[in-house]
T-cell receptor, first 115, second 114 residues
Framework: AQSVAQPEDQVNVAEGNPLTVKCTYS??????LFWYVQYPNRGLQFLLK??????LVKGSYGFEAEFNKSQTSFHLKKPSALVSDSALYFC?????????????FGAGTTVTVRA | DGGITQSPKYLFRKEGQNVTLSCEQN?????MYWYRQDPGQGLRLIYY???????QKGDIAEGYSVSREKKESFPLTVTSAQKNPTAFYLC?????????????FGPGTRLLVL
């Protein structure tokens, strides 16, 4: 079985401050991990993914995420948040041993960046 | 959203009516998926298809049906058996060439019950 937890429903930060969105996962084997962003009434946009290798993954729009196997975490980060980063963020996981291409998503974290 | 289109953007269903949501992709992807999104619950998988003429149930398939007659198309029918169909429906596709592929999403269809 595979699952994802996003422990914070909402994250509020001031523009220019660092932004962190937390994600923890559970898989039987090793994970593939993904972050997506969703703007109101839109589909999900892919930000970045971890496959293997370097634990720090860089993605779109200045976002990055750090894979920590011992803590089973994959937190999304941005050094300096923008008002335009306000959106709903989803973490997703897939067990590398799975062969059915199914992703398991977290419940989402709403990010609000105030000017 | 590029490469995956969903129509209509809004859809209204009357009691006892079946409705069909369209999903088309021009990415030459083998795999396609349907998700349902409800507030505070994230995305839940309804059906997925890894190849033409084949599909599998996801976690919440009851009250839904799909077909995959063409590689680029994966329509979803919400039947009258689905008692709570109001939600945002998202279609996705992936290359399906291996376990590390990324799923790309369409813009979604919001289904409302009259």
């Amino acid at each position: 079985a595979q699952s994802v937890a996003q422990p914070e429903d909402q994250v509020n930060v001031a523009e220019g401050n660092p932004l962190t969105v937390k994600c923890t996962y559970s898989v039987s084997g090793n994970p593939y991990l993904f972050w997506y962003v969703q703007y109101p009434n839109r589909g999900l946009q892919f930000l970045l993914k971890y496959i293997t290798g370097d634990n720090l993954v860089k993605g779109s729009y200045g976002f990055e995420a750090e894979f920590n196997k011992s803590q089973t975490s994959f937190h999304l980060k941005k050094p300096s948040a923008l008002v335009s980063d306000s959106a709903l963020y989803f973490c997703a996981v897939r067990d590398q041993r799975s062969n059915d291409y199914k992703l398991s998503f977290g419940a989402g974290t709403t990010v609000t960046v105030r000017a | 959203d590029g490469g995956i289109t969903q129509s209509p953007k809004y859809l209204f269903r009357k009691e006892g009516q079946n409705v069909t949501l369209s999903c088309e992709q021009n990415l030459n992807h083998d795999a396609m998926y349907w998700y349902r999104q409800d507030p505070g619950q994230g995305l839940r998988l309804i059906y997925y298809s890894q190849i033409v003429n084949d599909f599998q149930k996801g976690d919440i398939a009851e009250g839904y049906s799909v077909s995959r007659e063409k590689k680029e198309s994966f329509p979803l029918t919400v039947t009258s058996a689905q008692k709570n169909p109001t939600a945002f429906y998202l279609c996705a596709s992936s290359s399906g060439t291996g376990p590390r592929e990324t799923q790309y999403f369409g813009p979604g269809t919001r289904l409302l019950v009259l």
